[in-house]
């Protein structure tokens, strides 16, 4: 049994006890994905764009959650009236 081991994400040449990648940064908890802190590094632009989508619908939860708060909150003080 081979104790060294390719990077899923980048192919590059890992050493068993390896807890990420040094090319890719990669690491089991990022679930060896291209979403890494390198992410300016030769990524194709479709996985760019699919992070900025990410980010966007975050946005939007983010957004729903503070209007759902502000409504709640509504709601609360006009019941105390
Ligand atoms: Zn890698």
């Known amino acids: ?10 192919g590059f040449e890992l050493k068993a006890q390896a807890l990420f990648c040094p090319k890719c940064g990669s690491d089991e908890n990022t679930g060896w994905s ?3 802190i390198y992410d ?13 989508k990410k980010s966007v619908i975050k ?9 759902i708060l502000f409504l709640s909150m509504l709601y609360v003080s006009l019941r105390i009236f």
């Open 40 to 52: 300016d590094i030769g990524l194709p632009d479709a996985s760019q764009n699919e992070a900025k």
């Open 34 to 36: 291209e979403d890494t």
């Open 59 to 67: 946005q939007d939860l983010i957004y729903l959650i503070m209007i």
């Open 1 to 10: 049994m081979s104790n060294r081991y390719s990077c899923p994400n980048c």
